[in-house]
Every structure is written in structure tokens, then in C-alpha cells.
């Protein structure tokens, strides 16, 4: 067994909310269907279907789950979320950020210490 730290990114929220999670490793991944998913839709709740997003945080790529169609469910904007899902533009490509402008992630989102799903 493995653990990792699953932050819960809450819309109104000005920091991040750490759970650590259990896991058992499958070809040396976490077995995320398994042990992770349900914490996933736990903290996404009432979401049924999430998007995974590819973060660039703290210097290394990792998983960010959002609800995938948050913004048609007129859920509020999540500033904190938003923020670390336009890191990666910022620091790689800061000329697409500029010409196309930027989505804003609607509901809470979990962001993961490190990448859980491949």
C-alpha cells in the first residue's frame, strides 16, 4: 500500500484541503479505478462525470479532476483552481495564454500531489 495527498479545491476556497488516500500500486501506478475514483466523485459530488486535467504545479506535471460541465450547471467560478490549471501556459506557452484568453474551472476540483491516472 502507498498513500497519497489528494487536495480538495472548493469554489469559495483561499487554500487547499489535504486528505491522504490509500492506494495499492498495479505495475507501479496507483490503482486509481479501484482505491482513488471514489474519492474522486466523493469531493466532486454531485458530479457523475469529471474531466481530468493535465497541471504543471510546483514544478512537475500532475492530475486535477474538475466537474465537466460545471459551467453549464451554473456552478461558481473556482478562482484557486483556475489559477493552477492556467500554470502550465504561464510558464510553457504565456503566448497562448495571451491570444486565446483563458477558461475558468466551474465547482470544486481535486488536485492530486502527484499523477494518479495514466
Known amino acids: ?8 479545491i472548493r469554489p469559495e476556497a483561499v487554500m487547499l484541503e489535504p486528505h491522504q488516500i490509500e492506494y495499492r500500486i498495479t505495475d507501479d501506478l496507483p490503482d486509481f479505478h479501484r482505491d482513488i475514483r471514489p474519492h474522486v466523485l466523493e469531493a466532486l459530488a454531485p458530479a457523475k462525470d469529471y474531466e481530468r486535467v493535465n497541471v504543471f504545479w510546483f514544478n512537475r506535471y500532475t492530475d486535477m479532476f474538475v ?19 492556467l500554470n502550465n501556459l504561464r510558464v510553457h506557452a504565456p503566448e497562448l495564454l ?3 484568453g483563458h477558461a475558468f474551472i466551474h465547482g470544486p476540483a481535486v488536485l492530486f500531489e502527484h499523477a494518479v491516472y495514466l
Open 1 to 8: 500500500m502507498a498513500s497519497v495527498t489528494m487536495f480538495i
Open 67 to 85: 466537474d465537466e460541465i460545471g459551467v453549464l450547471k451554473g456552478l461558481p467560478i473556482n478562482v484557486l483552481a483556475t489559477e493552477i490549471y
Open 98 to 100: 495571451e491570444r486565446e
